[in-house]
Every structure is written in C-alpha cells, then in structure tokens.
C-alpha cells in the first residue's frame, strides 16, 4: 500500500460516515456529551456535543484532520473528538476562550465603507489586517465570505439569511467555518484584534 493510499478520500469518509448506524451515532453522541461535560457551561453551544461531533467531521472532510483507513472510524472520529476537546478546555483554562467570543467584541462597523466613528486609526488598521487575513483563509468559498462582509457592514444573522439565500442552520455552519479560521490565525500568531 504507498503512502496516498494510507488516508481516505473525503468522499471515502464520508461514505463510512453514512453506513453508520443508529447504534454507533448513539455512541459517539455519547462520547461527545462525555468529552464536553462542563464546556458548555463556560462556553456555551459553542463547546457542545453536537458542535464537538461537527467539528470532528468537519476537520475530516476539510482534510484537517486525516483519517487513515487502517482505523476504525468511530475510533478516528472519538480520537478527534478527544483532541478538539482537550484542545477547547486548554484554550478556555487559559483564558482564550471560543472564536465566537472574539467575534463578539470586534467592532464591525469599522469594515464599513463609510469612515468609522469610534476606535483608533491603529484599532482600525489591525481589524482591517484581520479581517483581510481571515478572507485569504477562504478564498474560493462564497458563502463564508459573503457572511463575513455582511457581518462586517453591520447585517443581522436574518437580513444575512435572506439575502444570501441560505438557511439558519447553514449561518451557524458557516460562523463555526469562520471561528475555526479566526482560532487558526491566532494559533498562527496572524490574529492582531483580541
């Protein structure tokens, strides 16, 4: 077997995703509720089980995260789960805390055409650099882009829902899309705006 042959596709995984049944999603939901106790407290929705059983997915499918095809893959999927986890409580015992919190305190209104009203010209630089920083990591992906220009120009989650035609359930995928990119510049040391 060479070395392309020792991963899956993500068309492979996610074929082993669906052939799982009822019983094996049950545990790994369980896992995550195990692997999660006590995030959601401090973090919210965002340190779920449910978000904890995406991201493993998510990582996998986007090739983040390689799932060789000698391993089971409900043991992948709770060994990325047991990594994202640790990885979360890590974060939040040292006082980072989600994507979504950052996203919370960034001010928006300085991405506006129009010149902003509040914050330093350097405030309004770094948000700037961030921001073009965060769009290098999707380029290519319209829908996370179009989200965070809307976001960016001060649009609601519905006013962004009706004009990209895209469900709520899709806003959140892409904002989770968006938290990942804004976690992978800080790990990079990319991230000025805090």
């Known amino acids: 077997m060479g070395k392309l042959d020792e991963y899956a596709s993500p068309?492979?995984?996610?074929?082993?995703?669906?052939?799982?049944?009822?019983?094996?999603?049950?545990?790994?939901?369980?896992?995550?509720?195990?692997r999660t106790r006590g995030l959601e407290k401090k973090a919210g929705d965002v340190m779920g089980p449910e978000s904890l059983m995406s991201e493993a997915v998510v990582r996998t499918l986007e090739g983040t995260r390689k799932w060789r095809k000698s391993v089971d893959?409900?043991?992948?999927?709770?060994?990325?789960?047991?990594?994202?986890s640790s990885h979360w409580r890590r974060a939040l015992k040292e006082g980072t805390?989600?994507?979504?919190?950052?996203?919370?305190?960034?001010?928006?209104?300085?991405?506006?055409?129009?010149e902003p009203t509040n914050g330093s010209p350097e405030d309004r630089l770094?948000?700037?650099?961030?921001?073009?920083?965060?769009?290098?990591?999707?380029?290519?992906?319209?829908?996370?882009?179009?989200?965070?220009?809307?976001?960016?120009?001060?649009?609601?989650?519905?006013?962004?829902?009706?004009?990209?035609?895209?469900?709520e359930n899709d806003f959140e995928a892409v904002r989770k899309r968006i938290s990942r990119g804004i976690i992978k510049l800080r790990e990079q040391g990319k991230l000025n705006y805090e």
């Open 11 to 34: 068309e492979e995984f996610s074929l082993a995703l669906k052939s799982l049944n009822k019983e094996e999603l049950a545990k790994l939901a369980l896992y995550a509720r195990y």
């Open 73 to 84: 893959v409900l043991m992948h999927l709770t060994q990325t789960m047991r990594s994202i």
């Open 97 to 114: 805390g989600p994507a979504e919190a950052i996203m919370e305190r960034v001010d928006f209104s300085v991405f506006e055409e129009s």
């Open 126 to 167: 770094y948000i700037l650099e961030d921001l073009r920083a965060l769009k290098e990591i999707f380029v290519g992906q319209g829908d996370v882009l179009g989200v965070i220009t809307m976001m960016g120009e001060g649009f609601s989650k519905e006013e962004i829902c009706r004009t990209l035609k895209i469900q």
